[in-house]
């Protein structure tokens, strides 16, 4: 088990500096297809106490999100913000830098409450981190909500979007992006963008994934 004092220094032995494609204005810890942390196991990181890493990857939902806020900086300037899954902190770096009042992320995975961190530092923003459940409770008090690439497995979207919904009754604003997964809902929501995000084979299934950044109405 990895403690908490060496999450920051598992990240950086890692990753690198770099920008993602879609965002080319900010800076993220991230890892290469052709590290090692992408190569092991699921046995082998649970043999380190490790979950999936998927605070080390620009996911396409994502960036497509992140640019949608650097893009029109209305939609979220002077608002408390919510960044749910958050992963690398793509999406809550992107809505500080667009002028977010504040911004909590949040994701169960302790690990991303470090990467964050790095993230933040690395892009002159702050910002808050939980790794406690949102979905356990009634939505928190939020102006916006984003989430990024959450439909990929069916019980979980089927949870996640009955959360935001419940989100967005109480007087949240939502937005999502999401780059066509299988499980994510084909109507009931507004598209705001669509964008062409450049991804790996490694990755995804393509070299480029087309991905769309939505609204519930």
């Known amino acids: 088990m990895i403690a908490p004092e060496d999450r920051r220094r598992f990240i950086l032995d890692h990753t690198r500096p770099q920008a993602p494609p879609h965002t080319p204005e900010l800076i993220l810890h991230l890892a290469d297809e052709i590290t090692p942390i992408w190569r092991m196991t699921e046995e082998e990181l649970g043999e380190i106490g490790l979950p999936p890493p998927f605070w080390a990857f620009a996911w396409a939902g994502g960036q497509a999100l992140a640019r949608y806020l650097l893009d029109h900086p209305q ?8 960044d749910f899954a958050s992963g690398s902190g793509l999406v809550a770096i992107a809505a500080m830098k667009a002028g977010a009042a504040e911004v909590l992320a949040a994701d169960i995975d302790p690990f991303c409450g470090a990467a964050l961190a790095l993230n933040a530092e690395a892009n002159g923003v702050e910002a808050s981190f939980t790794d406690r459940d949102l979905l356990d409770a009634a939505p928190p008090a939020a ?19 009955a959360w935001l ?19 994510f809902p084909k109507t009931g929501l507004e598209q705001l963008a669509e ?11 393509m070299e480029v994934k087309r991905t769309r950044v939505w609204r519930l109405p």
């Open 195 to 205: 964008y062409q995000v450049p991804t790996t084979r490694e990755l995804e299934d």
């Open 75 to 82: 939609t979220v300037a002077g608002k408390r913000v919510v």
């Open 143 to 161: 102006d916006l909500i984003l989430a990024g690439d959450i439909c990929y497995e069916k019980p979980l979207a089927e949870r996640v979007m």
């Open 165 to 183: 919904r419940q989100a967005r009754t109480a007087g949240s604003e939502v937005l999502i992006g999401d780059p066509g997964r299988t499980y």
